[in-house]
């Protein structure tokens, strides 16, 4: 987790030091006023604001502490000499007056006090100078009073894992982010907190301790390939077959080799055992990963193949031993096995086919006859099969002609050709399909020509995807058309390329981390060509990384603001959106602006109410928090005007 950066707490109060000159010119005019008045105990206390605003903060200290008995209950001066000790780096006398401060009602007024930063201030001073302990428990404090300051809760948890107290740390951290769920390094660092916890108890073999921490990982990072390893591995040690077969396929692919070799083994014998207990899906679910890779091994896919055998799956159990006797012709189970499955399959195929008889879908029919003559080629109930095919075959291609015919006749040839075709699906080299079909295309010439020059037309003039609409109802209409599919390949061919030129685009855009116009790209280049993988790919993790960007951006924001900063907030939202534009940046943008203007006018009416007092320094700094505030804004400037007139009057 990075370091938090050391602020100073007086430049978060008066916004700005006054410049030297300007402060060394104050402090010789209270020493000579003081000179003339020595028992004026108020010039003293501001020739100690004069000292510290020049930086002499063991002088001020003086000053302070010498009129402090007479006003112990201003909130200013105790807030005063808690920035003195604060920049002396004595964090426990600074958190005395502080406390008192607030005590004196500083608390009631943030834009002039603000307490927060100061508190945070001494936290910092406590973790510089070694005293851990003491910053949590102040952390601790400060969280529970104010429960909205979220960055207390995640500077607390990282000081509590730093000091070892990593339960405590898990509680305060998941406190974090039920409120930040953003926060990925947060989630990343209590994760890997827990992780490395049961790591070592599973080094030191202490299985229920590494379980429950590693379980207790889980709810930072779902499915962590590394935790629902070591969990799989730790059932697999206690015989939970089952849990291993749910939990290790669903990560295998994402582990590294050497691991990947453990798992592929642990998955194996898995699978064996849970076969063994008769659990035959279990086994099943085991070997899933094993079976599906690139090049299975011939001793997966034999194992499979006999659970195939034994869940009535006999077809996908011969393929698989097909695929076993391929790589190892003298496997043993396969050759025992193929049998049986062969069996099982050629019933199953002809089942099907009369089902498929049943409801008339003969091109169903006609493809698990053809599986089933690899298998048993001369049965007499397939070829009774064949024999019912052929007449139902000849039927249904009679009766689409027929259709075709009566269309023709009525001139609607397109629709004619269209019904034709249905019959050409059943009966392909039916020659008398064949004249009716040449026939239909010859009465379609001129659309067919029609077509063919509008998609040539376009082309020419690089409207690639019209054209490409215009050539495919041509070949719709006449399959054989030379140069309607001529056309349509030089268009794919080009549409590919240019497709290809946008993934570069995208790939090139995406080194440099301009991700909106890596975005542009890809999508350009799925435009061109939708089923292009690269640019799917490309654009998958353009997105992902523009969410990260944007969460990024708004987890930063919230700490800003969750600490105060306002401005320093509406700066990175503002930043954030022209990256990346979402509306969750539009939306947290305008509440800070909101909340900006809301503050501006407070301070505003606390200026306003200096001025009456003639409390003129305090006016200046309550302006120069206006300003910052919003400096396009015109109140600044008659904020300004009042001041400067008042000042002319006293």
């Known amino acids: 987790m990075k370091r938090l950066l050391f602020f100073c707490a007086l430049i978060l109060l008066f916004g700005s030091v006054l410049p030297c000159t300007a402060a060394t010119a104050q402090v010789d005019l209270y020493r000579k006023a003081l000179t003339a008045d020595p028992q004026n105990q108020t010039l003293r206390y501001h020739l100690g604001v004069a000292l510290l605003n020049q930086g002499e903060d063991r002088q001020a200290l003086s000053a302070f502490r010498r009129v402090y008995s007479q006003r112990a209950d201003d909130p200013e001066i105790n807030f005063n000499l808690a920035l003195v000790y604060s920049r002396l780096e004595d964090p426990d006398s600074a958190l005395i007056y502080l406390d008192q401060a607030r005590a004196s009602g500083a608390g009631n007024q943030p834009e002039i006090y603000p307490l927060q930063n100061v508190y945070f201030n001494l936290v910092l001073l406590y973790e510089?100078?070694?005293?851990?302990?003491?910053?949590?428990?102040?952390?601790?404090?400060?969280?529970?009073?104010?429960?909205?300051?979220?960055?207390?809760?995640?500077?607390?948890?990282?000081?509590?894992?730093?000091?070892?107290?990593?339960?405590?740390?898990?509680?305060?951290?998941?406190?974090?982010?039920?409120?930040?769920?953003?926060?990925?390094?947060?989630?990343?660092?209590?994760?890997?907190?827990?992780?490395?916890?049961?790591?070592?108890?599973?080094?030191?073999?202490?299985?229920?301790?590494?379980?429950?921490?590693?379980?207790?990982?889980?709810?930072?990072?779902?499915?962590?390939?590394?935790?629902?390893?070591?969990?799989?591995?730790?059932?697999?040690?206690?015989?939970?077959?089952?849990?291993?077969?749910?939990r290790l396929p669903q990560i295998f692919a994402a582990l590294g080799d050497d691991l990947k070799s453990s798992a592929r083994s642990i998955l194996y014998n898995t699978a064996l055992s849970l076969k063994r207990q008769g659990d035959y899906e279990g086994a099943q679910r085991a070997l899933l990963p094993l079976s599906s890779a690139v090049r299975p091994r011939a001793k997966d896919l034999a194992l499979l193949a006999g659970i195939q055998l034994q869940l009535g799956e006999n077809s996908q159990a011969r393929q698989n031993y097909l695929r076993v006797l391929r790589e190892d012709p003298g496997h043993v189970a396969a050759v025992n096995g193929?049998?049986?499955a062969e069996k099982g399959a050629f019933n199953e195929i002809m089942d099907a086919a009369g089902s498929a008889f049943a409801t008339e879908k003969l091109t169903a029919v006609r493809g698990y006859l053809e599986q089933a003559a690899e298998i048993y080629p001369e049965d007499n109930r397939l070829r009774i099969y064949q024999a019912r095919l052929s007449r139902a075959t000849r039927q249904g291609w009679l009766r689409f002609q027929r259709q075709a015919e009566q269309f023709e006749e009525q001139q609607r040839y397109a629709d004619a050709l269209a019904v034709l075709r249905k019959g050409l699906r059943l009966a392909p080299q039916e020659s008398r399909l064949l004249r009716q079909e040449a026939r239909l295309v010859k009465h379609l010439s001129a659309r067919i020509e029609e077509l063919y020059r509008q998609g040539r037309d376009l082309y020419t003039r690089g409207e690639l995807h019209s054209a490409r609409a215009r050539l495919d109802q041509l070949v719709a209409l006449s399959p054989t058309h030379q140069g309607g599919k001529d056309y349509l390949l030089r268009i794919d061919q080009?549409?590919?390329?240019?497709?290809?030129?946008?993934?570069?685009?995208?790939?090139?855009?995406?080194?440099?981390?301009?991700?909106?116009?890596?975005?542009?790209?890809?999508?350009?280049a799925l435009r061109a060509w939708p089923g292009e993988a690269a640019a799917i790919e490309g654009l998958k993790r353009t997105e992902q990384m523009l969410a990260s960007r944007v969460a990024e951006t708004l987890v930063q924001a919230r700490r800003a603001r969750s600490e105060g900063r306002l401005s320093a907030a509406r700066k990175l939202l503002s930043a954030g959106q022209q990256k990346w534009p979402a509306d969750a940046l539009d939306r947290e943008l305008a509440e800070i602006e909101s909340e900006l203007r809301r503050r501006q006018k407070s301070i505003a009416l606390l200026a306003r109410a200096a001025i009456r007092k003639q409390q003129f320094v305090q006016a200046t700094q309550l302006l120069a928090q206006v300003r910052?505030?919003?400096?396009?804004?015109?109140?600044?400037?008659?904020?300004?005007?009042?001041?400067?007139?008042?000042?002319?009057r006293a």
């Open 128 to 246: 510089q100078s070694g005293q851990l302990g003491d910053a949590v428990s102040l952390l601790q404090r400060l969280s529970s009073e104010n429960p909205s300051h979220l960055e207390y809760l995640r500077v607390l948890g990282d000081y509590q894992l730093r000091l070892g107290r990593i339960d405590e740390a898990i509680g305060t951290l998941g406190r974090y982010l039920q409120k930040m769920p953003e926060d990925n390094e947060v989630r990343e660092y209590a994760f890997a907190a827990l992780f490395n916890r049961g790591l070592a108890a599973y080094e030191k073999r202490k299985t229920a301790v590494a379980r429950s921490e590693f379980s207790r990982a889980l709810q930072f990072v779902d499915k962590s390939p590394l935790v629902f390893y070591y969990l799989a591995v730790l059932d697999y040690q206690e015989e939970k077959y089952l849990q291993v077969a749910g």
């Open 494 to 524: 080009q549409l590919q390329r240019e497709a290809q030129q946008f993934v570069d685009a995208g790939e090139f855009a995406l080194e440099r981390a301009n991700l909106l116009e890596a975005r542009r790209a890809f999508t350009r």
């Open 338 to 340: 193929i049998q049986a």
């Open 628 to 648: 910052r505030l919003s400096p396009e804004s015109g109140i600044p400037a008659v904020i300004g005007a009042e001041l400067k007139a008042a000042r002319s």
